[in-house]
C-alpha cells in the first residue's frame, strides 16, 4: 500500500506502468515470503521444546509465550528467535513505510495548489489509517511492559 500512494502521489502519470500485473504479484510474493518465514521461524522454534509438566494454557489464545513457560526445556534461544524474526520484519516495514512517506510529503509541499494538496493527503489517509491500526496494536501488545497482575 506505500508503493501505491507513492507512485500515485510522485509520479501519477507513470501509475500504470510502476503498479502493473507483474509488480504487483512480485509484492503479493514478498509478502507471503515474508509471512511464511516468520510463522515458520515460531514454528521450528515450538518444535524444538520439551513439555513434561501442565498442560493448560491460562490465556483466551494460544500465544507463543504462554507455551514457553509451559516448556520445561530450555527456552533461552528458542524465545529469542520468533522475537528476532518478528523484530526485523517489522523494523525493515516501517523503515519502508517513512522512506516513501517522506517522499510523499516532499512532493506534496512542492504542490502550487491546495487542492492537490487536499486530494493527495486524501489518497494516503486508508493507508495511514491502517498502519497506525497494525502497528499501534503492536506497540501495545508486545512492546509495553508486562502488567504487575497475574492472568491467573
Known sequence: MA????VAICS????????????CVQLLIVAYIGGFLSASSSTFSFLSLFFCGPNRVNHFFCDF???????CSD??????IPSFS?????VVTVCIIAVSYIYILI???KMCFTERHHKAFS???SHLTAVTLFY???????????????TD
Do not use: H, Q, R
Not at 508503493?3 to 507513492?6: E, K, R, S, V
Not at 509465550?65 to 516448556?71: A, D, G, N, V, W
Open 75 to 80: 527456552t533461552c534461544i528458542p524465545a529469542v
Open 12 to 23: 501519477p502519470l507513470l501509475y500504470s506502468t510502476k503498479m502493473s500485473t507483474k509488480v
Open 136 to 150: 499501534g496494536t503492536i506497540a501495545f501488545i508486545y512492546v509495553m511492559p508486562n502488567s504487575s497482575y497475574s
Open 65 to 71: 509465550t504462554p507455551l514457553l513457560e509451559l516448556s
Open 3 to 6: 508503493y501505491d500512494c507513492f
Open 86 to 90: 518478528a523484530g526485523s520484519i517489522i
Open 123 to 125: 489518497t494516503c489517509t
Open 107 to 109: 512532493t506534496i509541499l
